[in-house]
């Protein structure tokens, strides 16, 4: 199974602060074929399902803010929040697709200082 | 827009059988490269994906719960349906259904639906 591991475990930022987050995985999820990371994070605040926030570790879904990007390649990736708002305060996690079963990192929880 | 939704029992009693039906819209399941997979998230912590199916009635299930999955799909009800058998107190926690998209990741999710085993 390829492991994904997150850091850190939980992180508090300032209003407006930037903010990094950490998804290393255990094997490269990059399909060579098609030069593309099949890695995915997900935001999920607090009594809400996970969404979608980026897919191909780089593409940010439809109508997500642009303070969200992710970068990364193979074996390591981030999610990077420019300026962090009030409304980000979740638990982020990364999702491997590229191999079964299918894993989840064991995400990064988000909170305001 | 795409819609999903759990139901299902909210309590099940150890060694019974879970039964969880996903009702979803604003999309086919005979569209080539579409599936609905079935994501859980124990109390506080990750997510674990479980099953999937595809569009071609292709199947995938989580090796951890192996044989105590089944995923079925009605395509004409627009609906996905997840048996587990022999649940644990182990197997207590939220169940979403969701999306799987021609690119392979879950695009949309439903609420889900909370189910305890306990005696």
């Known amino acids: 199974d390829i492991v994904l591991t997150q850091s850190p475990d939980s992180l508090t930022v300032s209003l407006g602060e930037g903010a990094t987050l950490s998804c290393k995985s255990s094997?490269?999820?990059?399909?060579?074929?098609?030069?593309?990371?099949?890695l995915a994070w997900y935001q999920q605040k607090s009594g809400q399902p996970p969404k979608l926030l980026i897919y191909?570790?780089?593409t940010r879904e439809s109508g997500v803010p642009d303070r969200f990007s992710g970068n990364g390649s193979a074996t390591d990736f981030t999610l990077t929040i420019s300026s962090l708002q009030a409304e980000d305060v979740a638990v982020y996690y990364c999702?491997?697709?590229?191999?079964?079963?299918?894993?989840f990192g064991g995400g990064t929880k988000v909170e305001i200082k | 827009q795409i819609t999903l939704k759990e139901s299902g029992p909210t309590l099940v009693r150890p060694t019974q059988t879970l039964t969880l039906s996903c009702a979803f819209s604003?999309?086919?399941?005979?569209?080539?490269?579409?599936?609905v997979g079935w994501i859980r998230q124990p109390p506080g912590r990750a997510l674990e994906w479980l099953a999937t199916?595809?569009?071609?009635?292709?199947?995938r299930y989580s090796p951890s719960l192996g044989s105590r999955l089944t995923i079925a799909k009605d395509t004409f009800k627009n609906q996905v349906v997840l048996t587990v058998t022999n649940v644990h107190p182990v197997d207590t926690g939220t169940y979403y259904c969701?999306?799987?998209?021609?690119?392979?990741?879950?695009?949309?999710w439903g609420q889900g639906t909370l189910v305890t085993v306990s005696s």
């Open positions: 999702h491997q697709y590229h191999r079964l079963p299918l894993t």
């Open positions: 969701a999306h799987f998209t021609r690119s392979g990741h879950w695009d949309s």
């Open positions: 094997q490269s999820v990059l399909y060579t074929s098609t030069n593309k990371n099949y």
């Open positions: 191909w570790a780089s």
């Open positions: 199916i595809y569009w071609n009635d292709d199947k």
């Open positions: 604003g999309f086919s399941l005979s569209t080539s490269g579409v599936g």
